[in-house]
């Protein structure tokens, strides 16, 4: 659909962006205390990249032009460790990570820089008993900062965060519950953007045939009824927020049959 506070112009004259990329890989593993280890370090460097050239005039028209810059610039590096707690049955991973962006916008025929880091981790918790009892914890959280050299009102900070919980009990021999929770969060201050999503599944399974092989399952899923959902991410010229309608409560009976080759 046509918007005329927003028009697009050609460039027959854009070239080609040219990106030289360079990647460190480490792994490490001990099978005798089972503790693993690995990261990486990347660096990307790319030279005629192509950006949104905006300008704005008195009336509000926001004119687009897709043009060729000097250089763009990203290094990231992202840790993973994990080892177990043999006495609690537990294991526990960790996984921090660091990204920074460099890069330049142009607004109004003027070229700023625009720096991007995001920062954060995912946390991660499995108890394990025999192969009755199951239950796995989980956090991601990441932190972005958005620096605008022409418009630093525009400058931006926001945390998006998930934190998990899911749970198997296996009772009887032929009988399981289940439950999956979720809770994701997206905030920034600077917008007034706070959105709070908790999403709950529950099952109730019977197991059949020879082997468990066939499963009956009674399933309930997002059982508060949420019917949303948001993303938050940041662009070399603004910062987009979305709210989302998605499939609310609903419950299902399904059977499920395991193939086993072994």
Known sequence: RFDPLKLYVGNPGLRPEYS???????????????IFLSGSL??????????????????QVRTTRYVNLDR???????????????KWNSRINLGPFLRQDRSQNILN?????????????????????????????????SATSSDYELNQNQ??????????ADTRVQFLK?????????????????????????????ALSRYVLKDNKGEVRLSGHNLFDQSVGATQVATINYVEQSVQNTLGRYYMLSFLYNFKLY
């Open 155 to 164: 400058n931006q900070f926001f945390v998006n965060s998930v934190y998990t």
């Open 42 to 59: 990347s660096m990307n460097y790319t030279t005629n990249p192509i950006a949104m050239a905006v300008s704005i005039d008195e009336r």
């Open 72 to 86: 763009r610039e990203n290094v990231a590096a992202f840790l993973n460790a994990g080892f177990p707690l043999k």
């Open 20 to 34: 030289h990329r360079g990647r460190l890989n480490f792994t490490t593993f001990s099978a005798p205390t089972g």
């Open 174 to 202: 032929a009988y399981a519950i289940t439950a999956a929770f979720n809770y994701s969060r997206f905030r920034n201050r600077q917008t007034s953007f706070d959105q709070a999503i908790p999403i709950l599944n529950l």
């Open 109 to 141: 025929g003027i070229t700023g820089a625009v720096n991007q880091r995001s920062f954060g981790s995912n946390i991660g918790y499995t108890y394990s008993y025999k192969e009755n009892v199951e239950l796995v914890l989980g956090a991601y959280i």
